[in-house]
C-alpha cells in the first residue's frame, strides 16, 4: 500500500513539477511544443524567390517603415462615410483568407488600408456577443443586451414593454447623417431586416420579430403599439428616409396572398405600400433589374433578391438561372444611387454569409464569402475620392474557427496538417471549438477521432471538425479588426470598445450630437 501511494505521489509530482518520473526517459517539451516536420513534411513548402536571404525581409521592411512615414493625416471633414460589416470575419477567418485568395503573404483589399485598430466586442449581458446587441453597438454607439436592436440596456431580449417605451430607443449614425442632410442606405448578403442591417434603422426587443406573426405571438395584445422590423424599413423615422435599400428576405414584406412565401399574417404587401409611397420609388428582385436601373430617375431603391438570405456566391456561379446581384453589384449600384446627393451619404454594406457559414462550420464557403466581401471594398474605393469619402471595414464579432497545425507554406488551407495526433491520425488545419459536424468527424460509439482526411472533398460545403457537439457552432469573443481609409482615418487606430465606432465616424463627417471635426 505504502509502495504504491510512493508512486502514486512521485507521479503526481512529476506532472506539477514537470519533471520525469524517475526510471522514464526524459520528455522535450520543446520537441512537443515545436516539433521539427522537416523529417516527415508531406508537402513541399512554396518559396517566394528571395525569401530565403535576410536582404529580401530587410528590405520589405524599410518599404514598410517608408510607405508608414509618407501617409500624411487627411483631416478634411468627410463628405460621405461607407461602413463595411464582415459579420463574423474574425482575425483567424482573415489569415485563412489570405491563403485561400493565393498565399499567406497576399493581402484582402482592405488591408492595404493604412490604419487599423481592434474592436471591444462583448455586449452589456454576454461575455460573446450576437449580430443584434454588437448592430447597435457599432451603428447606434451604444452597448445593449444580447438578442435587442437599437434600444439601450434597459430593455432585456423579449420586453415588449420596455421596448414601447422610446426613451429606451436609440438611433444609428445613418439616422445622424439624415438630420444633418446628408442621405443614407444599406446593402446586405442577409434578409434587409435581420439582425445587421437592422441596427441602422430598427428599434426592437427581439431580433427574430422580422414580421407581424412573430411579433403578436410574442407581445399578444401589446403588439397593436409596436411596428415589427419590415414594417419598421417601410414605414419608420429612419427607414422610411433611406435612399437604398439592397438584400435577400422577401418573405417578411408579404403576406401569402402576394408571395407564396409571405410569412405576414396581416394581409399587407409592404412592398408595393414602398411603391405607393412616392412616384420615384423603384422596386427590383433580379440581378437584371438592379443593373439596369437608372439612378438619375430613381429617388429610392429597394431591391429583394430572394426569399430569405441570398444564396452564396458559390451557389450563384454554379446556378445557370441565378438572378441574385454579387455584393459587389449591389455596392457599386448603392454608391452609384448615394453620389447624387450634394450634400453626401451614410453607406452600410454588410457581408452577412461569412458569418452563416461559419455557424454550419463550412470554412470554404466562408473564406470565399470574405474574399467577395473585399472585392466589394476594394470597388467602393475605386469609385470613391480618398479626400471626402471615409471607409471603415470592421466585424460584429468573430467565431470560434482556428487555423493550426504547422502546414507547409503553400499548402492546401482545406488540407491536412503536417503532423499527426497522439491517437495517429492527422488532422486538418482548419477546425472549430464547437458545431455540428461533431458526429461527422467523431466515431460516438467506439470513442474515437476518425481519419478526416478520407472526408475531404472538393464540395464547397463541406464542414469542417468541431470538438464540442452543437446545433450551430457559437461566435468568439476576442477582439475583432478595423480598417479605415480616407478622413480621419487615424482616429480607428488603437483598442476601443466597439460602441465607439459610430462616434469617430460622426466626428469625421460633422453628424450627430458629440463633439465633431467641425467644432
Keep these: 500500500?505504502?509502495?504504491?501511494?510512493?508512486?502514486?505521489?512521485?507521479?503526481?509530482?512529476?506532472?506539477?513539477?514537470?519533471?520525469?518520473?524517475?526510471?522514464?526517459?526524459?520528455?522535450?517539451?520543446?520537441?512537443?511544443?515545436?516539433?521539427?516536420?522537416?523529417?516527415?513534411?508531406?508537402?513541399?513548402?512554396?518559396?517566394?524567390e528571395g525569401e530565403d536571404t535576410q536582404d529580401y525581409w530587410l528590405s520589405a521592411s524599410k518599404a514598410h517603415i517608408l510607405e508608414k512615414l509618407s501617409y500624411v493625416r487627411n483631416e478634411k471633414r468627410a463628405k460621405n462615410i461607407i461602413l463595411f460589416l464582415g459579420d463574423g470575419m474574425g482575425l483567424a477567418t482573415l489569415a485563412a483568407a489570405r491563403s485561400y485568395i493565393g498565399g499567406e503573404e497576399q493581402k484582402l483589399s482592405f488591408e492595404e488600408f493604412p490604419y487599423?485598430?481592434?474592436?471591444?466586442?462583448?455586449?452589456?449581458?454576454?461575455?460573446?456577443?450576437?449580430?443584434?446587441?454588437?448592430?447597435?453597438?457599432?451603428?447606434?454607439?451604444?452597448?445593449?443586451?444580447?438578442?435587442?436592436?437599437?434600444?439601450?440596456?434597459?430593455?432585456?431580449?423579449?420586453?415588449c414593454q420596455a421596448m414601447a417605451d422610446t426613451n429606451n430607443h436609440v438611433f444609428s449614425v445613418g439616422k445622424w447623417a439624415m438630420d444633418a442632410g446628408k442621405a443614407a442606405g444599406l446593402v446586405t448578403t442577409t434578409r434587409v431586416t435581420h439582425a445587421s442591417p437592422a441596427g441602422v434603422y430598427a428599434h426592437t426587443a427581439d431580433r427574430e420579430w422580422e414580421n407581424n406573426a412573430v411579433l403578436e405571438e410574442?407581445?399578444?395584445?401589446?403588439?397593436?403599439?409596436?411596428?415589427?422590423?419590415?414594417?419598421?424599413?417601410?414605414?419608420?423615422?429612419?427607414?422610411?428616409?433611406?435612399?437604398?435599400?439592397?438584400?435577400?428576405?422577401?418573405?417578411?414584406?408579404?403576406?401569402?396572398?402576394?408571395?407564396?412565401?409571405?410569412?405576414?399574417?396581416?394581409?399587407?404587401?409592404?412592398?408595393?405600400?414602398?411603391?405607393?409611397?412616392?412616384?420615384?420609388?423603384?422596386?427590383?428582385?433580379?440581378?437584371?433589374?438592379?443593373?439596369?436601373?437608372?439612378?438619375?430617375?430613381?429617388?429610392?431603391?429597394?431591391?429583394?433578391?430572394?426569399k430569405s438570405h441570398m444564396h452564396y456566391h458559390v451557389e450563384q456561379l454554379a446556378d445557370p438561372e441565378n438572378n441574385e446581384p454579387t455584393l459587389e453589384e449591389m455596392t457599386e449600384k448603392a454608391i452609384e444611387m448615394l453620389q447624387k446627393e450634394e450634400n453626401g451619404y451614410f453607406l452600410f454594406v454588410e457581408g452577412g454569409k461569412i458569418d452563416i457559414s461559419h455557424h454550419d462550420t463550412m470554412a470554404r464557403i466562408a473564406l470565399d464569402e470574405t474574399a467577395e466581401f473585399s472585392k466589394a471594398i476594394k470597388r467602393a474605393r475605386e469609385l470613391t475620392n480618398l479626400e471626402d469619402t471615409l471607409i471603415v471595414v470592421t466585424s460584429d464579432h468573430s467565431h470560434t474557427f482556428s487555423v493550426g497545425g504547422y502546414q507547409a507554406r503553400g499548402s492546401d488551407i482545406f488540407g491536412e496538417a503536417e503532423s499527426l495526433g497522439t491517437d495517429g491520425k492527422p488532422y486538418l488545419t482548419l477546425s472549430?471549438?464547437?458545431?455540428?459536424s461533431f458526429d461527422q468527424y467523431y466515431d460516438?460509439?467506439?470513442?474515437?477521432?476518425?481519419?478526416?482526411?478520407a472526408l475531404l472533398s472538393e464540395d464547397t460545403a463541406q464542414l469542417f471538425p468541431a470538438t464540442a457537439p452543437l446545433e450551430s457552432e457559437t461566435h468568439g469573443g476576442e477582439d475583432v479588426g478595423v480598417f479605415a481609409s480616407g478622413p480621419w482615418a487615424?482616429?480607428?487606430?488603437?483598442?476601443?470598445?466597439q460602441n465607439t465606432i459610430p462616434h469617430m465616424l460622426a466626428f469625421a463627417a460633422c453628424v450627430g450630437d458629440g463633439k465633431t471635426a467641425c467644432d
Design 1 to 48: 500500500m505504502w509502495t504504491l501511494r510512493l508512486l502514486t505521489a512521485l507521479l503526481l509530482a512529476a506532472c506539477v513539477l514537470g519533471g520525469a518520473v524517475p526510471g522514464t526517459p526524459p520528455v522535450d517539451e520543446e520537441e512537443h511544443m515545436h516539433p521539427d516536420l522537416q523529417r516527415n513534411t508531406r508537402t513541399r513548402a512554396r518559396i517566394i
Design 490 to 497: 487615424h482616429l480607428f487606430t488603437g483598442v476601443y470598445e
Design 116 to 159: 487599423t485598430g481592434l474592436s471591444k466586442t462583448y455586449c452589456v449581458d454576454k461575455i460573446v456577443p450576437d449580430s443584434a446587441s454588437t448592430s447597435t453597438s457599432y451603428l447606434c454607439g451604444v452597448k445593449a443586451n444580447y438578442g435587442t436592436i437599437g434600444v439601450n440596456a434597459h430593455v432585456k431580449r423579449g420586453d
Design 218 to 306: 410574442a407581445c399578444g395584445d401589446l403588439a397593436e403599439e409596436l411596428d415589427d422590423i419590415a414594417v419598421q424599413l417601410i414605414h419608420g423615422e429612419v427607414g422610411g428616409k433611406l435612399k437604398v435599400i439592397l438584400g435577400g428576405g422577401k418573405r417578411s414584406f408579404y403576406d401569402p396572398e402576394f408571395y407564396e412565401k409571405g410569412r405576414r399574417t396581416d394581409g399587407r404587401n409592404l412592398v408595393a405600400e414602398f411603391e405607393a409611397l412616392a412616384e420615384g420609388n423603384t422596386f427590383v428582385k433580379t440581378q437584371k433589374k438592379l443593373l439596369k436601373v437608372n439612378v438619375t430617375e430613381t429617388d429610392r431603391l429597394l431591391g429583394l433578391f430572394s
Design 432 to 436: 472549430y471549438a464547437n458545431g455540428k
Design 444 to 453: 460516438t460509439e467506439a470513442h474515437e477521432r476518425m481519419d478526416p482526411t
